[in-house]
């Protein structure tokens, strides 16, 4: 599907998110495995949870889901669930196919994770080599680097295990195989990545131990996790394509209510805040255990930063959006230590850096990351997703301050984590 994006002669408008894609993946599996039924709210319904789902109910899960993205969810307690009749497809969802195996690991059954071609060629060893570690049985292509992964889970004891780059997935993969091993898992992180995992497990009943830089502790709990009823907040990684939107306009305001403002993932917020963005945080409150506000953005003159360190963990997803912003600030942006980008969906630094240079931009990649130099405005052109959710809507944002129109290819991938982007994009473009 291509999409032609023409520039907006203003940008207004208040509007709400989808559901976080991290906590809907979260939500579904913790509560698969508690003893009870949950009802979740404001689930994410993009193509990767849709996947998690999908694999939950082939487990034995009962899962219903109304029309207005509401679960509800009876969980069978930890060993309830069923070995599956068929291979489990993770379509080409990380998350799904990682914490599932954590999972898996620690069920005793035997299972087979598989994805789509895009998943298929993504490394799997850094969750894979821990899960050994604790005695799981996997195996998969090339050494178990890559899927289809089989697992013989069963039998699991804990692990001390440093990972070697801060990972959510692994974390919560391993975290998930700590439920069911003999004895205490310790998992260290190089910098915090984000927590909705360890917040849910705690709100459940587990006993969570350390997290905000250091060491988590995990045991195998007593007794059965407490069902978790919850409202999924709006998800930040979608908001941010507004927020960049608004703050690189000349002539924009938008509302973004109800979005998540977890701290271990509003790097965006301070990134664009670093830039000279008008960024206004308000009504802060808590559904469930994650800290929610409204965010409002308004026109800014941008300049240059920094991204790097500890930072890049909170903001990993939105760096494609934030290297338009870069592109439409004064003077040159810097992103280093995120070569995570090059295990997405795409290789997100070369797609990144390809695509934009066909609208204008004066960016370099680096291994781990790209140099900008702010060029002032964008032009029109013709470009592609290549089939990556975030590119497609990175993408969109940038024509709607370039001169003339801009040709999306492949722009349908959007609906991986935000299906009802393209009518967001009509809705604030039109006012």
């Not at 002669?9 to 009870?36: F, M, T, V």
Request: with cysteine; charged share 25%; glycine share 12%.
């Amino acid at each position: 599907m291509r999409k032609t994006i023409s520039p907006a002669r203003r940008l207004r408008g208040s509007i709400e998110p989808p559901g976080d894609k991290s906590i809907s993946h979260r939500a579904a599996i913790l509560n698969a495995i508690a003893q009870g039924e949950a009802t979740v709210e404001n689930f994410q319904g993009g193509a990767d949870c849709l996947a998690t789902l999908r694999c939950l109910r082939a487990l034995g899960v009962n899962i219903d889901r109304d029309g207005e993205g509401t679960l509800r969810i009876e969980g069978g307690g930890r060993f309830g669930l069923r070995e599956s009749a068929d291979v489990l497809n993770a379509g080409n969802s990380g998350t799904t196919m990682r914490v599932l195996a954590g999972l898996l690991a620690g069920q005793p059954f035997f299972s087979v994770l598989t994805g789509d071609a895009s998943l298929r060629s993504r490394p799997m060893e850094r969750v894979v080599e821990p899960l050994r570690a604790m005695g799981t049985r996997i195996q998969g292509r090339a050494g178990g680097s890559r899927p289809p992964l089989a697992i013989e889970g069963g039998s699991l004891k804990g692990i001390r295990y440093r990972l070697p780059v801060a990972s959510a997935q692994v974390k919560s993969a391993l975290s998930l195989a700590a439920l069911y091993g003999k004895g205490e898992t310790v998992l260290e992180e190089p910098a915090p990545s984000r927590d909705h995992t360890e917040r849910m497990l705690r709100a459940m009943g587990v006993e969570v131990l350390g997290g905000e830089g250091e060491g988590l502790r995990i045991s195998p709990p007593q007794r059965e996790l407490t069902p978790l009823s919850l409202r999924v907040p709006g998800d930040i990684s979608a908001a941010a394509f507004w927020m960049v939107a608004a703050a690189a306009h000349p002539d924009a305001e938008i509302r973004l209510a109800g979005v998540g403002v977890n701290p271990s993932r509003s790097g965006i917020i301070d990134a664009l805040a670093s830039m000279g963005a008008s960024i206004a945080v308000e009504a802060e409150r808590v559904w469930g255990c994650e800290p929610v506000a409204d965010i409002v953005v308004r026109s800014s003159s941008l300049r240059g930063t920094v991204i790097e360190g500890p930072l890049i963990p909170r903001l990993i997803d939105e760096i494609p959006v934030l290297a338009v912003a870069a592109c439409l600030a004064q003077g040159e942006t810097v992103v280093r230590e995120a070569g995570e980008l090059r295990l997405k969906e795409s290789d997100r630094i070369r797609t990144t850096v390809r695509e934009l240079r066909r609208l204008g931009a004066r960016i370099q990649e680096l291994a781990d990351g790209m140099v900008i130099q702010g060029v002032g405005s964008l032009k029109g052109g013709e470009c592609s997703s290549h089939g990556d959710h975030r590119l497609a809507m990175t993408l969109a944002v940038a024509g709607l301050t370039a001169q003339g129109e801009t040709i999306v290819r492949a722009a349908e991938a959007s609906s991986v984590s935000y299906p009802g982007f393209w009518q967001h994009l009509e809705e604030l473009s039109s006012r």
